[in-house]
């Protein structure tokens, strides 16, 4: 469902000089100029062969200079970089490097991409054999960790003859903005909860009821009884008699998707890989694959995005911080998801407290009649009531809410551990104090009406899918 176009588009460039004297001498010419010194142990000896030395190091200076001459100007190389597909957390992004050759003799290059650390931890060198005027290339792959727009930067190329004496450096201004989406779920685990959001589907359509819903099913003739709001006057004007509309359940729902970009959504946990390595290519160090939760929030998102807009719903976003950072309104479509999946990717985890009132207040405008919003946030550990349980209360009254609080697994893991020493035993008593807190505050908004889930973030994007196939399944909506 997702589109192929979502990938950075090609860039090519010719490469310039480097420095103002882009060549030097390489470590085999200097060794070779080093080995001259050799003679003077045997000048101490006969005097005569300290010249013996000068030749031999101005055979090899000459050897370099002749050497350098033969090399390829820089204006003479292109460079390229393509991408195989679009980059994505925790998924690997396939880059392809490209040098074509307008000189005269076979160059080996040494290249250094240089790539941004939301990228690539270290960028690497590659090698590669330029044949004149035959385009040479070498793949490999990286791993992204942070989403968002990044700027790559230049291609750094060091290039060699054969003979290997001199070198020439250039580079070639291959920037460009790249941007890293959440990361996509593998199709294979995508496919379970596609195959049974069908079931549902099925099964609502033959419990099918009318008269509920304002989803038109079709017309009949007036029966005592029926609403005159119901009534479809051009068809009763055809017919010479009253013709009343019929309706059924609504079959296309609007799902909301909010999302709290506050600073308790800055915090850093640990992600599951989603996607099989490939190592058949080599692959650039990656990052120490830790993710906040904004990050676990957004792979979330872009699965009920696909699950829901396949089971024939109508999807929305909803990102805020202190302010509204991307608003977009239900649509369905792969131009939609595509459009949902760009949104995403520029949300970012503030500083600040998130202003959930506001948001709230938003929603309600937006989205006047019943839906189901997903809301994941997390909440704050003050003495008073949270915020964002006032702002949850105000949307039950109208919608139907899944609300998600993102926990932390190592208060989980200090409130469940046994302390061994009157520190640990204090750092467990205020874990354990937090997670209480956090229980009564859900189970509360679960008896107003809520569906609640306290949910470590590996966890999350499993259990939000199945309680959305479970709405679905319930007709709650």
Known sequence: MISGSLHPDPIHAVCERRRRWGFGLTPRAIGLLAAGFLWLIAAFRFGRLV?????????????ALVDGLRLPRPGQLTAGRSWSNAPALDSQTEIELTVENQGRIIVECRLVDDLPPALVAQPATHRLMAFPRVPASIRYRVEPQERGDCETGWLYVRYRSALGLTERWAKAPLTQT?????????????????????????????AAQRGLGRDFESLREYREGDDLRDICWTATARRG???????????????????????????????AAVSPAKPALP????????HSKLDHACTTAVALAQLALYSGDRVGLLAYGQGIQQRLLPGRGAAHLRQLIESLAQVHAETGEAD??????????????????LWVTDLAETAMRPEVIDG???????????????????????????????EQMFRA???????????????????????TLDLNPEALTSSVLNQYLLVKERAMV
Request: hydrophobic share 50%; proline share 5%; net charge positive.
């Open 241 to 271: 008699s009253p013709i009343t509309r019929q309706y059924q359940t609504e079959r296309s729902q609007p799902v909301w998707i909010v999302l709290d970009c506050g600073r308790l959504m800055r915090s850093r946990v640990a992600m």
């Open 178 to 206: 790249v941007r890293v989406y959440p990361a996509l779920r593998a199709g294979e685990e995508q496919q379970i909860f596609l195959a049974r959001s069908r079931q549902i589907e099925l099964q609502l359509r033959r």
């Open 356 to 373: 959930h009132l506001r948001a709230t207040a938003l929603l309600n405008r937006l989205q006047p009649r019943r839906s189901l919003i």
């Open 392 to 422: 949850a209360v105000q949307l039950l009254r109208r919608q139907v809410l899944l609300f998600v609080a993102m926990a932390q697994p190592e208060v989980e893991s200090i409130a469940q551990a046994r302390p061994q020493n009157v």
């Open 283 to 290: 692959v650039a160090e990656p990052g120490a694959g830790i």
């Open 51 to 63: 010249y013996v030395m000068l030749a031999w190091d101005a055979v090899i200076l000459l050897a």
């Open 429 to 451: 008593a205020a874990a354990q104090e937090m997670a209480g807190r956090r229980e009564l505050l859900l189970a509360r908004l679960h008896d107003q009406g809520a569906l």
